[in-house]
């Protein structure tokens, strides 16, 4: 009975990576028609976000961000192969709050989990050393002035990214943010709370679901440390809030 419960528990808080299912893909097609531009992708991985990205969104062109060089080589042939891949532009480089070296983490048994921690001790892991910059610098090399979306799954360190992104928050340039939270969140102590008050004062801020999004105000009740995946929305962009609740 409690396998059953905790099965259905998990499924009632989403838990799950799948774009088709998680509710990643949803927010997508949701924001179809808003005529997005540019996006960044961090934590690409081989791309799975970044394709669906192009496919819906026909004005959009996505940087996609990733540190691992086991993985960034299947990227570049991913975003080669695609006939979309005329907007899509790779980096095999890491986004954090400073810019410079920093030893990094691969589990070759499991590449999606590539992170600036040691955290998993039961899976092998290769130290590897990386260049980390920041969003800020990122953008400046690259005369990016604004971002439509960032979309961020770093494996505990998003608010590392989001700290490295204050001149593009404070110019209020960015519309739409994608993080996720878990129970990373227990190792480096910033919390579900710490991103609503990083955010909150310029984004509505909801959990993303299969089919909706619930945008609220912060509740410890939520600090459950599942792993989750979180929508920010522009308060100056009430169109695309209107878009996702539509």
């Not at 990373?184 to 102590?189: G, Y």
């Not at 609220?216 to 169109?239: G, H, I, K, Q």
Request: aromatic share 12%; charged share 25%.
């Amino acid at each position: 009975m409690h396998q059953a419960a905790s099965f259905f528990e998990s499924a009632w808080r989403n838990e799950g990576l799948e774009l088709s299912t998680n509710g990643e893909r949803f927010v997508l097609e949701r924001l179809e028609s808003a005529d997005f531009r540019l996006a960044i992708d961090v934590g690409a991985h081989v791309g799975d976000w970044s394709r669906a990205a192009l496919q819906l969104w026909p004005t959009c062109r996505v940087h996609a961000v990733e540190v691992a060089p086991q993985i960034y080589p299947l990227l570049e042939a991913e975003s080669r192969a695609t006939p979309l891949g005329s907007r899509l532009e790779s980096h095999n480089v890491g986004l954090s709050d400073r810019v410079g070296l920093q030893t990094m983490y691969y589990f070759p048994d499991h590449p999606d989990l590539t992170s600036d921690m040691p955290r998993h001790d039961d899976y092998k892991v290769i130290p590897f050393e990386a260049y980390l910059t920041t969003l800020d610098a990122f953008c400046r090399e690259r005369r990016i002035e604004a971002i439509d979306f960032l979309k961020i799954d770093v494996e505990g360190a998003e608010h590392r990214v989001l700290e490295g992104a204050r001149e593009l928050l404070e110019a209020q340039k960015i519309d739409c943010i994608q993080f996720e939270y878990g129970a990373f969140s227990i190792e480096t102590r910033f919390l579900l709370k710490d991103y609503f008050a990083l955010l909150s004062g310029q984004y509505f801020i909801g959990k993303i679901f299969p089919n909706h999004i619930a945008f609220t105000d912060y509740d410890w009740m939520a600090e459950d440390f599942r792993f989750s995946n979180y929508l920010c929305v522009s308060r100056s962009r009430p169109d695309l809030l209107q878009l996702l609740q539509a």
